[in-house]
């Protein structure tokens, strides 16, 4: 096993030498939700994308990448995107094995504890990319995040991942059930305020006013998640990102 700080040297030269910036502007798939801490079996973890356009998009160049806050934010899981398409309007959930109802559209190799859940020392984070993802300048959306209401500092995330000192709290007492971060405030980018502690819809609308329902079964949530599957038809759009037709 590599050393955290000889991985920390690699990952800070990749930083340094060779990067690339990518034209991120109006890209319009976002981090939605994250349900990270799911004590005690860890089996129920996913990040859910959203895609605030009407136009289906293929996410090639799109790469998810879990950061490790101890490690000054050393990536510690890569999710390449390339290939797979997100509905206009609709959701692509990352996820556990044993989600059934909804299937993530991406599921993560091991069947639990794939997602780190922070320590009272640092948070963790997870980041959407376009493009080079040694630059931090290729972030899309990224989403820092503890379950310690006590932490506030953004830690390694701060300036070069995130523009404010701040961070997403999940509580890990809002309900008797499993909960998670969900994006309720805004479609702002890159923006703690804008994510509350809420129950679990993946693959469906955030449940922002409060409800109670759905935690395991979203109504809405079909077994493709409202997402093209991997055989759409696709064609360049106007703003030279990747659109496809569901099939």
């Known amino acids: 096993m590599v050393s955290s700080k000889i991985s920390q040297a690699i990952w ?51 790469t998810l990448i879990f950061h490790n806050g101890e490690t000054g934010g050393l990536p510690y899981r890569t999710i390449e995107l390339d290939g797979y398409c997100i509905s206009g309007l609709g959701y692509f959930v990352i996820g556990s094995k044993s989600m059934t109802n909804p299937k993530a559209n991406i599921e993560f190799p091991p069947p639990s504890n794939n997602i780190q859940n922070a320590d009272s020392t640092y ?41 404010q000192n701040a961070i997403a709290i999940e509580d890990p007492a809002y309900g008797a059930d499993d909960e998670s971060l969900n994006r309720c405030n805004g479609n702002a980018v890159r923006d703690m305020t804008q994510f509350e502690t809420r129950h679990l819809s993946p693959g ?38 990747a659109n496809c037709t569901c099939k």
């Open 12 to 62: 800070l030269a990749f930083l340094i030498i060779g990067v690339t910036n990518a034209d991120i502007s109006g890209k319009p798939i976002l981090i939605n939700e994250l349900n990270a801490a799911q004590p005690p079996s860890e089996t129920l973890e996913y990040v859910e994308l959203y895609n605030t356009s009407p136009m289906d998009i293929v996410m090639d160049n799109y």
């Open 204 to 241: 469906t609308v955030n449940l922002c006013d409060g409800s109670l329902s759905p935690i395991s079964v979203p109504p809405m949530a079909s077994e493709k998640l409202n997402n093209c599957d991997v055989n759409a038809e696709c064609s360049t759009g106007l703003d030279g990102s």
């Open 123 to 163: 948070p963790d984070g997870v980041g959407l990319y376009y493009g080079d993802t040694s630059n931090t300048a290729n972030i899309v959306d990224f989403i820092a995040y503890s379950i310690y209401a006590s932490q506030t500092d953004a830690g390694p995330f701060y300036p070069d991942y995130l523009p």
